[in-house]
């Protein structure tokens, strides 16, 4: 099994730029690697985000560049999200019987369930009473592998500024989670604009890199601000058998120059090696 890790798109209208880049440019190249690349993906999943500021104009023209995917698209929102103008958008977006967008669907090396942890009127998350019911429920009607998908992680990750915005009842939702925990195989999440990778409370997970900006890798900076950097966009491939989970980040847009690690036949390894050159580009 194989599918794309999308997430924080932040696209906004106009075509107007954000932090001096190009949302729906990002996106619109995104979507084009993915098809031109990884066109055997079983499904795309976006967790959260997907605009800006939550209107319909960024809406519509996030929609206009993701519609350009070949392979199923999976959706979930994000604190930027506003999830009545995503809706009106994209009409077919499966909610919960409270109106949050929480769904599940089987894969092939698992069950895939989507959480919504937004709370309006704030960037960070939670994951009310309503919730854990619906997840407690989905989790006792499968007894097989789970995949579990959210934007906010749960837990500190050690980035001040973004542990102050992270998913704020986490206990709770681990009490939910800790029965099934020996079955659950990953946790993918978005929110933190960088790739983080690790464990908790035996969890595994990994979050990837939005598409605009990023979140700098910056451990000693307060809770007050949030370090950003235009660091290359990236979105997650990730590869699942009945042993393994394998998450690869694309930098898709990179303008590294690639080449052969090894001589062509009848060239001198050392030699070949030694005398690659790339001018212009290793100014380290």
């Known amino acids: 099994m194989k599918f794309i890790h999308l997430t924080d798109t932040h696209v906004i209208g106009g075509g107007q730029t954000l932090f001096g880049a190009n949302p729906a440019r990002r996106l619109a190249r995104a979507v084009d690697s993915i098809n031109a690349e990884h066109g055997d ?11 800006h500021w939550g209107d319909a104009e960024a809406y519509r023209a996030f929609h206009a560049e993701i519609a350009r995917l070949r392979v199923p698209l999976h959706l979930m929102v994000g604190n930027h999200d506003d ?20 769904y599940a669907f089987d894969a092939a090396q698992g069950r895939a369930i989507c959480l919504d942890t937004k709370h309006p009127g704030s960037h960070a998350g939670s994951y009310c009473a309503a919730r854990r019911d619906w997840l407690a429920a989905e989790l006792a009607a499968c007894d097989g592998p789970v995949l579990l998908f959210m934007h906010h992680p749960p837990f500190p990750v050690g980035i001040a500024g973004m542990d102050a915005i992270r998913m704020q009842d986490a ?5 939910v989670i800790a029965p099934h925990l020996p079955r659950i195989r990953h946790l993918f999440f978005g929110h933190l604009h960088r790739a983080v990778f690790g464990t908790w409370r035996g969890l ?10 990023q979140v700098a890798l910056d ?3 307060g809770p007050e601000t949030i370090p950003g950097t235009l660091e290359a966009p990236a979105y997650g491939v990730v590869l699942l058998d009945a042993e393994q989970v394998v998450v690869h980040l694309h930098e898709f847009a990179s303008a590294a120059p690639r080449f052969p690690l090894h001589a062509p036949q009848g060239h001198d390894t050392r030699r070949y090696q030694l005398e ?4 212009g580009f290793d100014d380290l």
């Not at 103008?85 to 109106?99: I, N, T």
């Not at 206990?171 to 009490?175: K, N, R, S, T």
């Not at 690659?276 to 001018?279: D, L, N, Q, V």
């Open 219 to 221: 451990l000693t900076a």
């Open 171 to 175: 206990d709770p939702f681990h009490e």
């Open 276 to 279: 690659m050159t790339h001018r």
């Open 204 to 213: 595994s997970f990994s979050c990837m890199r939005g598409l605009n900006h």
């Open 83 to 102: 999830t009545e103008a995503l809706a009106k958008q994209f009409p077919e977006l499966p909610r919960d019987r409270h109106g949050f967008v929480q």
């Open 41 to 51: 993906a079983d499904f795309v999943m976006l967790t959260g985000d997907m605009t």
